[in-house]
């Protein structure tokens, strides 16, 4: 190899690393700019933004923390593939309309407590105990404006029962 090569190649290795530096330099730039001008978890409003609901049972109002599912993908994958949620935790599958819901448990770790909510926030039915990873179909049995699902057990614990009330901004106040 010449001298003239090896001070091209140099050259060559040099302009690759200034540039690689470059762009990582900016790539993080970037990405810390966004996690820091990020609004807060109570700003954030995605299809699976972070809320709070009650339920109000004979035992007195019982709260969760949830996550609101409101698109098509994010109800299709609901709590699939978590190995656990905290016990006051939930998820709200809000379907934007009233009509028959059919739910199912493929690929969900967790057994849960599917309770279906009524457009007026009154629960409709509760099915209990679901087995994790059954692909049986789980009916409303009426048509349904949500569905709460919430750790097996739970609505036994809590008192939760079919007539009762959720409260929830997605539900009229009465």
């Known amino acids: 190899m010449t001298a003239q090569n090896r001070s091209r190649t140099r050259l060559f290795m040099i302009a690759f690393l200034a540039l690689t530096v470059g762009v990582t330099g900016i790539s ?3 990405n810390l700019s966004r996690i820091y001008s990020s609004p807060t978890n109570a700003q954030v409003r995605s299809p699976m933004e972070a809320n709070h609901l009650q339920v109000v049972t004979e035992k007195g109002a019982q709260d969760f923390v ?7 993908a994010d109800r299709a994958k609901g709590l699939m593939f978590r ?14 309309r009233d009509q028959p819901v059919t739910m199912w448990m493929k690929n969900t770790y967790i057994p849960l407590d ?14 209990r105990q679901t087995e994790p990873h059954s692909e049986r179909t789980i009916s409303s049995g009426a048509p349904v404006r949500a569905v709460l699902e919430v750790n097996a057990g739970v609505a036994d614990k809590l008192g939760i029962k079919p007539g009762q009330t959720v409260l929830h901004g997605m539900f009229p106040a009465k």
């Open 28 to 30: 993080l730039w970037t």
């Open 66 to 72: 949830i996550e609101v599912m409101r698109t098509d």
């Open 83 to 96: 190995q656990s949620m905290p016990e006051n935790h939930g998820m709200l599958f809000d379907f934007e």
């Open 114 to 127: 599917m309770i279906f909510i009524l457009k007026d926030g009154r629960i409709h039915r509760i099915e």
